[in-house]
């Protein structure tokens, strides 16, 4: 099934679905659909969950970095949208609202898993750390040609994924929907409901500690 | 903050080789689950049954040819079961006779 753009309407069974964006869109139908969405149509809803559930997944999946947690998100997030569409007011695209809600629930839930494991994770990440670091050093990489060019690059982005999840939510969240989901920085305010110059700002931070986290990982530079 | 870039044409190669970083960390492996399934049944039991409790209404694609030609399938086949017990159970035909009448004049006063 093909994914909703960013940047425009999207079509299925002759019903327009709403994008993403802002622009280029068909106001009368997406307000059909609200209005559907807000009678609790239970097709409308499968609509809605099928045009969206990858992107929901993905996006949920990249903040809580855990497969099992970002499916039970997921379903989570439709759950809250149909529980709180009758208070959406369209000063939004539904998308980004969508997206918003799944934003608010991984934040909510990081912190609650990180309250809940902070003792476990005290014991347990350092020694993670000191496994990929022992990987490193071990001699497996640079022994010999390609497939450790391949074991490398996995270590590096097993690197990379800790790092992300060492990260502030409120940080790691600028950065996913910028760097990963590809955002501008307009629909990174309007999801987030930060201005303009917050969102930089952060974004320049998060960007800064990761690189920070990942270069002291390596021992090395980012090139 | 000084140092923040302005604009998304500011952001320099080391962001670029981050955010190259970034992506191939967090490319997706593996197939995406089938959320709808699980959404239908949290719905259906929060909602206590109210939501999502047929067929029609949890099917990804409801099948609406078959169940079109269930329906018109059942209607013929309800019309022939009809028409045959018609045959086997036809009504005794009743003649209409005139009862007797016996008409008893007044007593005289």
């Known amino acids: 099934m093909p994914l909703p753009p960013l940047g425009g309407p999207v079509y299925r069974g ?3 679905l709403p994008g993403w964006d802002l622009l280029d869109h068909d ?3 997406e307000q059909r659909f609200i209005e559907r969405l807000a009678s609790h149509d239970e097709r409308a809803f499968n609509e809605l969950v099928q045009a969206y559930e990858q992107r929901v997944f993905r996006l949920v999946l990249r903040m809580v970095g855990r497969r099992d947690e970002a499916e039970d998100m997921a379903q989570e997030v439709f759950v809250q949208v149909f529980k709180a569409i009758g208070t959406f007011r369209g000063e939004s695209k539904l998308g980004t609202w969508i ?4 934003i608010n629930l991984c934040k909510n839930r990081i912190k609650y898993l990180s309250r809940r494991h902070s003792s476990d994770e005290d014991e347990l990440e350092p020694l993670a750390e000191r496994t990929a670091l022992d990987e490193r050093k071990s001699g497996a990489v640079g022994e010999t040609s390609r497939p450790d060019q391949a074991v490398e690059g996995y270590q590096i982005e097993k690197i990379v994924q800790e790092c992300m999840a ?12 910028r ?13 987030t409901g930060l201005p303009d110059g917050t969102v930089k700002s952060r974004l320049h931070r998060a960007r800064a500690m990761l690189k920070a986290a ?10 | 903050m000084s140092e923040v870039p302005d604009t998304e044409a500011t952001e320099g190669e080391d962001d670029d080789r981050l955010r190259s970083l970034v992506r191939g960390a967090m490319k997706e492996e593996g197939e995406p689950p089938d959320v709808l399934a699980g959404f239908q049944k949290k719905v259906r039991e929060r909602s206590g049954g109210k939501f999502y409790a047929d067929g029609w209404s949890t099917s990804r694609n409801p099948p609406e040819f078959t169940y079109l030609v269930t329906g018109i399938l059942m209607l013929i086949a309800l019309g022939v079961i009809a028409s045959m017990l018609s045959l086997v159970l036809r009504p005794e035909r009743v003649e209409n006779k005139a009862a007797p009448v016996n008409v008893v004049a007044p007593a005289p006063k």
């Open chain 1, 14 to 16: 002759g019903d327009l």
């Open chain 1, 27 to 29: 106001e009368k139908s």
């Open chain 1, 99 to 102: 997206y918003r809600i799944a």
């Open chain 1, 166 to 177: 060492g990260i502030d939510p409120d940080f790691r969240e600028v950065l996913v929907l």
């Open chain 1, 179 to 191: 760097d990963v989901e590809d955002l501008s920085y307009d629909e990174l305010c309007e999801v």
């Open chain 1, 214 to 223: 990942v270069e002291q990982r390596l021992g090395e530079k980012i090139r």
